[in-house]
């Protein structure tokens, strides 16, 4: 399998689900979304699927959706990129050590996949981690992409609890860093604020520096 496959059509629900989103939102991308930045960052940053009208509609990771809003502001504060703000994938926007994947590359119905769909895109997680470099840092945006680093990287997930800001040192090197989702609803209801936020990241980049 390689690092990403565009015409991925693996998982039949999901396939199926964007043949459906292209027939409705003719403009969208609708397509598995490629991940994005530096090849060889220090910092990967692994969310959970694209957004219907955010990655999904422009083909980049957390672009044009809310849950971008803070994730990208907080980037270019701490240096990883050079504007805080992602609106389309010719924004002029460029990541500076640091990539952004998902879980689960195709927009689920619901933003739900199943446990099936997150194991099948596994493998592709999978040779994302085992590219970079040894000393990397992997940051997971919620439990279900806390899970699925783990999953990729042979840990066993009862070994490695989710908590905001907890670090994880794996076998293989790698720091499992641990946040919070940026989405909407966490944001809003500040489950998640942006000195939290802001936490995660002095963390990153002081791991890294």
Known sequence: ?????????ICPRLATFLDQVKI????????????????????????LAPGMHGANATGRPFT??????????????????????????????????CRITN???????????TGAEI?????????????LPK??????LGGVAHRAVLKACGEKLSGYTFAHTALHPL??????????????????TRRLTPA??????AQARALIS
Not at 1 to 9: A, E, H, Q, S, V
Not at 104 to 111: D, E, G, I
Not at 135 to 140: I, N, P
Not at 196 to 201: E, I, N, P, Y
Request: one cysteine or more; glycine letters at 6%.
């Open 171 to 188: 076998q293989n090197g790698l720091k499992l860093l641990d946040s919070y989702h940026c989405s909407r609803y966490n944001t809003q």
């Open 103 to 113: 879980a689960v590359k195709c927009l689920p119905p619901q933003n739900k996949p």
């Open 24 to 47: 409705d939102h003719p403009s969208y991308h609708a397509r598995p979304v490629t991940p994005f930045g530096d090849p060889e960052a220090q910092l990967l940053i692994v969310g």
């Open 1 to 9: 399998m390689t690092l990403f496959d565009p015409d991925c059509r």
């Open 64 to 97: 044009g959706d809310h849950a971008g809003i803070l994730l990208y502001k907080t980037l270019h504060q701490y240096g990883f990129s050079n504007q805080p703000e992602a609106t389309a994938v010719d924004d002029g926007l460029q990541l500076y050590n």
């Open 119 to 131: 194991n099948l895109c596994n493998a592709f997680l999978k040779r994302e981690l085992e590219a």
């Open 196 to 201: 939290m936020f802001q936490q995660v990241f």
């Open 135 to 140: 000393d990397a840092v992997v940051l997971a």
